[in-house]
């Protein structure tokens, strides 16, 4: 009796232990299935999601030229069809990366998406897209977290490696994976000619077309250019299809100089301020003149200068104070067609030229879009080659749930 | 101990159990758990590189091309590092083998443990149902079409153009038409003709010139004050306010001295000219430089040269805004299915020619390409020819519409007015379809 009591006792031990050890080793079998085929869904949730964003021009169609209230989000260009994204809807895209700045004398606050000194582009954040707005108009409010960052494919680097006589500069053509040889270059070089302090500059403007050797790298000498000479050099590179831009500047001086902030789309307005108004460097400062042009790429990938009439407000001047002058100037770009907004300046001891891009892919500005992961158990990524107004970029979309992971716990 | 023997066996079965279902569970690969979409990457990176129909045009180049060399180089530039790839160009054809591989290459010996692709179907540029155009002038002693492209000149009511974007178009449009196109650079060159020298052995007379720069034209600085020629374009004894009016006057002459058909594409004509050297610090009270101001003696003038009389200032208005909304003309409307071109019907005219011009200076309406409003013709064909004569000297192409211009209005006026036929080809089907598929894999890993 006592032995089969034993014997009970000692198999059933056994039986438990050996069902837990099997729940165990199955359900872990289970949750590893599970993950993945979560981890599945949400790769082609994200591949569908950059499809939707890429293929659909949001609604209204024009919605990126106008003041129009978006009802549906997307980015591609309404004007063509496949993976071609418009420069404008991607200009209103509220920066993830770029510090916001108030404009003290307006208190309107911009969406940064500048390239360093002298290559600016601030958009009000009333007239940009936020990630929530985004996120809501897609669907993914409270269900999927995401970042989408657009980067043009191919680098142009513009370095100067001789100062003056001749003003010698190198461009370096490349993509993520190898350098571009034999590329055509196609610059606009343009030299601000200082008419002493209290005047309007002018500039002179030269347009020609190089190319690039075995290495990817062009040399260009420019003759009549001083060490004191304020210029831009604007370089376009064109081979199969792939498109890049690069540009390089030398200002004299840093602190005085005058800032474009786009004002309105729908009216191409933009707003030339005195930079100590944003810096608030304090008074007194003496105004900032300026001489503003515009330039575009041509069909054949030849830059082109657009003259603009006295009515743009290309000349003008921007004062610190709050006296009669003006503490802004408004201008207006000539066309919707995407181009570089050139504005030379020059005040007593300072001169020098800012770039704005009119579109976002006249000057490859890249553009990061969404929000910041905080913890995600797992992120997933793809990435689609776009055109932007005939500029190759490459978007990559990272996508993350929100929903957790109740598998695990 | 039976009990303990039948726990042992049910655990060896659960055991058995266990171990065959985890060979039927195969877990994936790492890689594939969260795989990179290869297909729609390799799908839009050949789109991309055909986005200016470069990778179209260099499928069907011969192997030894350089343009081969330089698709592999924007290829690899244009990948992640991490990708490898392999590209193979098919030609299609009928029969028992459809698809024929070409050429290919790679940047690696294989793709890995796994690779997707994706193919594009490219089409070559006789595979368009072709049109061979009759030539404007290949039966006489005709068909030159200038565009005036200069550089060194400015354009007015152009807004949102240049001039040279607008030569580039019409060059497109209309030089399928004509025997030689010639793009006149600078206003040397323009000059030039005007002093009856061919710029590239075209013929001169009886050319078609259009003049893209808007309501301005383009000087030679020749005729311009202190130069060699002012004679010629400079005249302040005849007209202080407006001296350039005199350039008109020997463009009006030029015009009906060689019979050309000279091309207003828009605005009220000739109402500045332009040299960016000679007037680099004259505007047109606009802001912009390298103009001058002619106003409304221009055309007068031009229309006085053109019909042989003296040259006089007279600024009295030609060209009216009353016409406002104006409609194509139903010879012109028929042309557009004929040479597909479509613009808009109806269109802004603020700057019509009064019908007064015609008595005024020996004109014959040869082709309304608006209707007539009233005592105002938003846009027209002039042909000049004396009285008591039949033979045309010199025509006028006129736009009187507001900024900013439509250039297929333009074209379609010219190829309306000299009706050109189009002469349909064969459909040419055999090799004019290639197949390019894009294998990407990604290098290192399991």
Redesign the interface.
Known sequence: MAGSTIDHLVSLTIFLAAILLFISLFNQTIQTAILYQQHRHLATVCSDLLDNIMLNPGYPLNWSKTNSTLTSFGLQDPEFTQYRLSPYSLMRLQSLTGIPFTYPRTGVTYSNMSMGFGNFLFVPYTKAINYSTAAQLLGTTNTYGFNLTIAPIVTVSVKETHAANPLTIVVNVAGPGFPLSNAEVSYCFLKVVDKGGQKNPSYTSLFSTTYADGTGSAVINMTNVDADNAYVFIAYAHMSGLVGIGYHERNIGSKKYVLPLIDSFEDRRVLLVHSYNVHDEGPPESSVFFNATFVLLTEDFTLREMPMEDSTGKLGKVVYGQGTDKTWANLTIPTFNPGILIATYQTNNEYGVVLMPWGLSSMAFPVTFGTTADKPEWVVTDIRQVLVNGIAYQAKLSLWSLKGYGVIG | ????I???L??II??GA?II??LF?V??SPRQ?????LP??AL??L??????Y??SA?VFKANNDP?WA??Q?????????N?VYNLTVYEIQSGTQLYTPIRYFSNAENLGVSSESASYLTASSNVTFDVTPEKIGEHSNSGTLYILNCSDA??WWI????A??LA?DLRDLLSPYFKKTIMVQNTTQLGQMLDNQSLQGETLQNAVVINTFGECVPIPKDYCQGYGRQNEGYSPSVAPASPYTRYCYTLGQRTALYNWTWVSIVGWPLYYVSNKEAFENA?NT????GMQLVSRGGINAFLQGLDNQAYRYDAAPVAFSIPGFVYLSSTVSDNCSYYGIYPSVNQTSTRALSTSIINDYNLTVALKIFDQVGSNIPGAVYDHIFRNDVDITGSLLALGLTRTPDIRLTALGLLAYYNPRLYASDYMANGTSRLVVLQLGQAGGV
């Open positions: 101990m039976m009990r303990t039948e726990i042992l049910v655990i659960i055991t266990f279902s985890s569970a877990l994936p758990v969260s795989p990179m979409n729609r990457l839009t990176t789109q991309t590189l055909d986005g200016d470069d990778l260099t343009a330089q698709l180089i924007a290829l690899s530039a244009c990948l992640p590092p990708l400015n354009g807004t949102g153009y240049t040279q974007s580039q505007d606009y802001g912009i430089y």
